[in-house]
């Protein structure tokens, strides 16, 4: 595993971090079982990844305590982040927040925390006020923003060091490119990546495999997984195969090492209950891809995603 100082920080994170979004506990993502993903979390720190990422918001703590559990003893070797929800960014709310997420993972301080989603009605002045004397008091290392725009960022920085960034980004979805991502490379602000595989699209299973999601399924319906998408999605996949057939990879970790390749990226964030889909994933970030493979997956990527937004 290769690690990457995180922004201005002194914090020394995995290239892959591990997203502990499908371990809720089956509301969204269907669950194998809490003591399955605890020995997978070990697991993942044993072959090397020291960052995790969590939020209140999944399962409502039930994430966050099954971290907590995982990591019970080797927890001063961990980079540990969460997030704060939208409804929870009131000054009074934020540290109320903040010290349930700190008894669920059984620590006293967080190596990262966010906020999860901009807030229409609560002033980010207000959050960010709590966020530095969080700080101030060593319970928050570093302060991360999700899902803000440039504008949201550029705001945010006027009230706090931040000293991270989590968008979507993989690709399909690579509107970050235009401003975002070249801003924080200029700015040094770490930039970690979440729906790195695009929730399952970009490991070929809906190609390949014929995967067929559940109908309660979150994914149901969306924008990715509509079957007239797929097939359009499918030239992007045919060639991720080609080339990952030529390495004898799989497809999930080109997804993966394309996301790393990209200058600017910090961390790619992927999740798994899965203890072999997991070793692919930290092995993805040893995998090299060359001018022409990243030039190659540049232009069917691209031309992909023009046909999915016609």
Known sequence: MKYVKLGRTDLMVSQITFGCWQLEGGKWWELTSDENNIKTIQTAFANGINTFDTAEFYGDGHSEAVLGAALEGVRKDCIIASKVWPTHLKPDDVRRATETSLNHLKTD???????????????????????????????????????????????????????????????????????????????????????????????????????????????????????????????????????????????SQIALSWVLHQSGMTSAIVGTQNAEHLLENIKSADIELTAEELARLDQTSAKVIKALED
């Open 109 to 251: 301080y967080l190596d990262i925390h966010y906020i999860h989603w901009p807030s229409k009605e609560v002033p980010v002045k207000d959050t960010l006020a709590v966020f530095n004397r969080l700080k101030e008091e060593k319970i928050i290392r570093a302060i991360g923003v999700s899902n803000f725009s440039l504008d949201q960022l550029k705001e945010a920085m006027e009230y706090a060091r931040i000293d991270v960034i989590q968008p979507e980004y993989n690709l399909l979805k690579r509107y970050i490119e235009d401003d975002l991502l070249p801003f924080c490379r200029a700015n040094q602000i770490g930039v970690t990546s979440y729906s790195s595989v695009a929730k399952g699209v970009l490991t070929g299973a809906f190609h390949f495999e014929q995967a067929k999601l559940r109908t309660d399924d979150f994914r149901e319906g969306r924008r990715l997984f509509k079957p007239e998408h797929i097939a359009i999605e499918a030239e992007l996949i045919y060639l991720m195969k080609e080339i990952a057939d030529a390495k004898g990879v799989k497809i």
